[in-house]
């Protein structure tokens, strides 16, 4: 994954996208969130739930232990190491869904700049990354958060060999659940990511390259 996304849709899109009736402390606001060109260690919208209520809050891209300050800070954590190194230890049992709108990857189509692409889920309906991350009360520093990525299935989308570990609403409501035992919530990421024919991919513009680059342009088809 390469460390691109957009959340332009509103919280209240997204927390729909999820089927949970549980209610909603809402830190992240009513109106759309209007982000095409997410960039790392800037703010994500993120959900999570603590005493069966579904909190909506905003959360740095990116974290690292407070051992490690002199590492830079991982957007991403894989899947096949996230529950047993000692790197994510202390986030591990925080668990988090980034809804997102799409996100973006670069290819080397053998032209003198990558392709960039967009990936989205087919049904148009935004997709429910795993994540897991710290946020405070109040929020401190070492808030933040990592997105959990899996193999792409021997090239998944053509595009990368990383790809967000994409759950259903069923699954992804597993995953929030603090009652979900660590191996159970291994288990969804290892077994229960949405498959590659959920998602469909086309080439957008090479402006979503600069991430002061904003707009629903950076989203739409690229043609020929």
Known sequence: MCGRLSQYHGIHEFVDALSMPNPLVNRVGDAPLGHYN??????????????????????????????????????????????????????????L?????????????????????????????PALCAAIGQLGDPPGEQDGCVIITADSQGGLLDVHDRRPVVLAADAARH??????????????LLDLAEPAQVFE??????A???????????VQRRHP
């Open 38 to 95: 997410v960039a790392p260690t800037t703010q994500l919208a993120v959900l999570g739930l603590q005493h069966d209520t579904l909190h909506a809050d905003l959360l740095r891209w990116g974290w690292r232990p407070h051992w490690a300050q002199d590492k830079p800070a991982p957007i991403n954590a894989r899947v096949e190491k996230v529950a047993h190194g000692p790197f994510f230890r202390a986030i591990w049992p925080h668990r």
């Open 97 to 125: 869904i980034v809804p997102v709108d799409n996100w973006f990857e670069w290819v080397d189509e053998g032209g003198p700049k990558k392709q960039p692409y967009l990936i989205r889920r087919r049904d148009g309906r």
């Open 175 to 188: 995953w929030l659940d603090p009652a979900t035992s660590k191996a159970y919530a291994e288990q969804l």
């Open 201 to 206: 991919w086309y080439p957008v513009d090479s």
């Open 208 to 218: 979503v390259g600069n991430s002061r680059n904003q707009g629903p342009d950076l």
